[in-house]
């Protein structure tokens, strides 16, 4: 980040003073010479999941069934930054299966299985991938010396570096 250091030649124009360099060091302007940690800053230390199954089976000779029940709520990486964002990525599945066994006769067998799921998910959709480990593998890409900030201008307004934007963020 620091391409002070790089001088390829000598018509070289540092990008940071020594006074700026120092600001950055001592973070005395948080605002004006920021040090973020990104992935602190929108990660949770861990994502909760929870999975449930229930199975039941049973019956005669000449009949027999199964019947099982599932439930996973994956909680997300995110952290949920509230007010009238919905940060709170989460997957949730109900799944179920039933199978039944009949002995019509000494030859004839008959089978019926059923199997389904509903699911739910929650994730982003500022990106044109949807996709939030795409969006943070790019986190790299974001200087920890990028401004961070939210102001209320008759809509939540988030400024990142010197953009502005009321629809989404913008990072510069």
């Known amino acids: 980040m620091n391409s002070n250091a790089l001088k390829p030649n ?23 010479h920021p040090d973020n940690d990104w992935y602190d ?19 005669t000779a000449r009949a027999k069934y199964f ?5 996973i709520n994956q909680g997300g990486q995110l952290k949920d930054f509230g007010v009238d ?5 989460y997957y949730k599945r109900y799944n179920y299966r039933s199978n039944i066994d009949l002995k019509v006769t000494s030859d ?11 699911d ?5 959709n500022a990106s044109a991938n949807s996709n939030l480990f795409s969006d943070l593998s790019r986190n790299n890409e974001t200087a920890p010396t990028t ?9 939540w307004v988030t400024v990142y570096g010197n953009a502005i934007s009321q629809e989404g963020t913008i990072i510069i």
């Open 67 to 71: 019947v099982s029940l599932g439930y």
């Open 41 to 59: 800053i929108l990660l949770k230390d861990f994502a909760p999941m929870l999975r449930n199954n229930l199975n039941v089976t049973g019956g």
């Open 85 to 89: 964002l919905n940060s709170s990525y």
């Open 120 to 124: 739910e998910t929650n994730d982003n």
């Open 10 to 32: 000598d018509n070289f124009v540092p990008r940071f003073s020594a006074e700026d360099l120092e600001l950055y060091r001592n973070g005395s302007d948080p605002y004006g």
């Open 108 to 118: 004839l067998d008959v089978q019926f299985n059923v199997f389904g799921y509903l």
């Open 147 to 155: 401004t961070r900030y939210t102001i209320r201008m008759g809509a």
